[in-house]
């Protein structure tokens, strides 16, 4: 029998053997990385070279190792990739890309043929169950915590028409009656593996059999169905069609594409549309309390708890980049996470077209819908034609919304912060949207913004949130939101936005440097405000050659009569409840002395709104797309 210390000898030996071949195998990773080629002739059989390439990324995925690349080239692609394995640091990913100047399109959809003319333009399909595999989405519908259906069922699937889905039916006999206004489409299935699906939609008059009609028959399009696949990059692709599930941050968050509560992904420069609920998640885990908690005595906060005994921290958790994706056509969000965007960044992204058919409702409507985004930035973000802008809810700390571009949304509001106490800053947005603002939350600072907009504010909210440690997920405590704590400072409002909500506040407000023009109202803690009810600035945004410009009326005496002072994180000083000062995620402070597009604002004259002020009484920019100065440093 081998003695005590002979096992220990034994173990080490081992240990170091297998420490050894570790670090040579990472070494020779780095410096024999292997790039993976797929294109739609190759053969999963082939080696992935680009004389003999593989026919489908899931099978590169599947060879792929850290350091890896996978170039997809052009082509559709129809399947679900669910990566099996991480890159092993920032320096080591595994890249999955399109090849340059290529379009590759990912699809969750397939095409369906052998429709059958009914009657008033509408068609049916059989389709044996099968086809689906063990994932019906015909039969899966969607619900979940703070899911409101109005009144009727609603399932993942859908049905493309030339590209364009069509809206589902409430009934069958809704489909079968002549058409009005939007094409619409509803399926029946008996629910058996054995059994069949059937859709009737209705076409407009065209034959189906001659044109593109898909169906959704894939949950998702790029998501791993284990958390922890970390370091991964996606770039360059079109993707598309997923039936997604309902997204609420109690549950699992899958969506078209999603990091599955997992760190350092790099998601850009890709297309990502037509989601059932959501684009792209940044989402916790599941666990056996998904959608369990909306009616719950600890409703939200337990699930924050679990987080923690999961691993929810910075050294695990976040860390992704989302920058200049085009996300459109999600009925949910699209971008939403729960605890998993901490410590990471959004960027240069157009987001459209979120929540505008309005079939069902609850409480994740919105272009960006985050809870805790804590140190994340928000920035550079084109955002309109979305129910709602940006929603930051719960946890906002350490968090900077900037430079964010929003219009033409709707019903709802621009931004929403709620229930959060800070602190965090939004700074140098243009908001032109009917409704700018909605705030119940504390310790917020709102500097150099345009708000075009309306107004709301919610004082003596009840709710406990948690407030965490600096530059951390861990929770120090639970409060609740009296209202107050706020901090405006040299924002130009230009629209019925009435501060004097503001007057009631529990805690101090600070607020100096801002204008008041076209019927917007100061408040009492503005004592050095400039208001003018009667000045029209005729706001006026064109588009012009895929470019946004805007056109508005000024009034120098805004500069010259009212001088205001330069933000820094000294002037803003501490957010009352965490107790913590307003400063960057490496925490520098900030210095907040260039403009919407890094222009230096005179320090002797500083502007009030987001653009350093030219001569004269007109302006007219360029709003978008807009190449951001550079040279902008950390913290301005």
């Keep these: 029998m081998m003695t005590p210390i002979k096992n220990i000898h034994r173990y080490i030996r081992a240990s170091w053997y297998i420490l050894v071949i570790s670090i040579l195998a990472m070494t020779a ?12 002739s190759g053969s999963d059989a082939n080696k992935g070279t680009l004389k003999k390439p593989l026919k489908t990324i899931t099978r590169a995925a599947e060879m792929a190792m850290p350091g890896d690349t996978i170039t997809v080239h052009e082509g559709v692609y129809r399947e679900q990739i669910n990566p099996p394995r991480s890159g092993s640091s920032n ?15 990912i699809k969750g959809s397939e095409p369906v043929t052998g429709w059958e003319y009914i009657d008033h333009n509408t068609w049916k399909v059989h389709i044996p169950n099968h086809f689906f595999g063990d994932f019906n989405p015909y039969q899966d519908t969607i619900y979940g915590d703070w899911f409101n259906g109005l009144g009727r069922t609603h399932h993942t699937g859908a049905v493309y028409f030339n590209g364009h889905w069509l809206i589902e039916a409430e009934s069958r006999e809704t489909v079968l009656a002549p058409v009005e206004g939007t094409a619409l489409w509803y399926a029946e299935s008996d629910g058996s593996r054995d059994g069949k699906t059937i ?12 044109s593109l009609v898909e169906i959704n028959v894939r949950q998702s399009v790029f998501y791993p169905d284990i958390p922890g696949i970390n370091y991964l990059t996606i770039k360059g692709f079109v993707m598309e069609h997923a039936a997604t599930p309902w997204s609420p941050p109690t549950a699992e968050q899958i969506g078209l594409m999603g990091t599955h509560w997992s760190k350092g992904w790099i998601i850009e420069d890709n297309i990502i ?7 792209i998640t940044l989402g916790k885990q599941g666990d056996a309390y998904d959608n369990t908690s909306q009616n719950s005595a600890e409703g939200y ?7 923690l005994d999961q691993g929810w921290s910075k050294e695990n958790i976040g860390h992704h980049v989302v920058r200049n994706n085009e996300i459109s056509h999600c009925e949910q969000a699209g971008i939403v996470g729960s605890m998993g965007a901490v410590f990471s960044i959004i960027a240069g992204n157009v987001i459209h077209d979120i929540h505008i058919r309005q079939l069902f409702t609850g409480a994740e409507m919105a272009g960006i819908k985050i809870h805790a985004p804590i140190d994340a930035e928000i920035r550079n973000n084109h955002i309109f034609r ?82 965490h440690r600096a530059h951390s997920t861990e929770v120090v405590d639970l409060a ?12 130009l409002v230009a629209g019925r936005a009435d501060f004097g909500m503001y007057d009631q506040a529990v805690l101090p407000m600070y607020m100096d440097g801002n204008v008041y023009i076209n019927g917007s109202l100061s408040c009492r803690y503005d004592i050095n405000s400039w208001v003018n009810e009667d000045f029209d600035p005729s706001i006026r945004l064109i588009r012009e050659n895929g470019t946004y410009v805007l056109e508005m009326n000024i009034d120098r005496s805004w500069i010259i009569q ?29 210095r907040l002395d260039r403009d919407y597009f890094g222009h230096m604002y005179d320090p002797d004259a500083v502007s009030p709104g987001p653009f350093a002020m030219p001569e004269g009484d007109f302006i007219r920019l360029k709003v978008w797309p807009v190449n951001f100065n550079p040279d902008i440093p950390e913290g301005n």
């Design 29 to 40: 990773c780095g410096q024999h990385a292997v790039e993976y080629h797929v294109v739609p």
């Design 91 to 105: 320096e080591q990913r595994i890249t999955y890309r399109a090849a340059e100047g290529e379009k590759v399109v």
């Design 199 to 210: 859709i009737w939609a209705q076409f407009y008059g065209a034959d189906p059999n001659e």
């Design 273 to 279: 549309r037509y989601s059932r609920c959501v684009g």
């Design 301 to 307: 906060v337990e699930t924050i708890n679990r987080a």
């Design 386 to 467: 979305c129910n709602r802008g940006i929603w930051l809810d719960w946890m906002t700390q350490g968090t900077r919304i900037s430079r964010n571009f929003l219009h033409d949304n709707g019903p709802s509001e621009d931004f929403f912060l709620e229930v959060n106490h800070g602190p965090f800053l939004l700074d140098h947005n243009i908001s032109l949207s009917d409704k700018s603002l909605m705030v119940n939350s504390q310790g917020g600072a709102y500097v150099h913004n345009l708000f075009a907009g309306s107004l709301y504010v919610i004082l003596g909210e009840t709710r406990q949130t948690p407030h």
């Design 480 to 491: 609740d939101n009296p209202g107050g704590d706020e901090r405006y400072y040299n924002n």
């Design 562 to 590: 009212s001088p205001r002072k330069l933000v820094t994180s000294v002037l803003l000083g501490k957010a009352h409840t965490p107790g913590l000062p307003y400063e960057d995620a490496d925490g520098r402070p900030y």
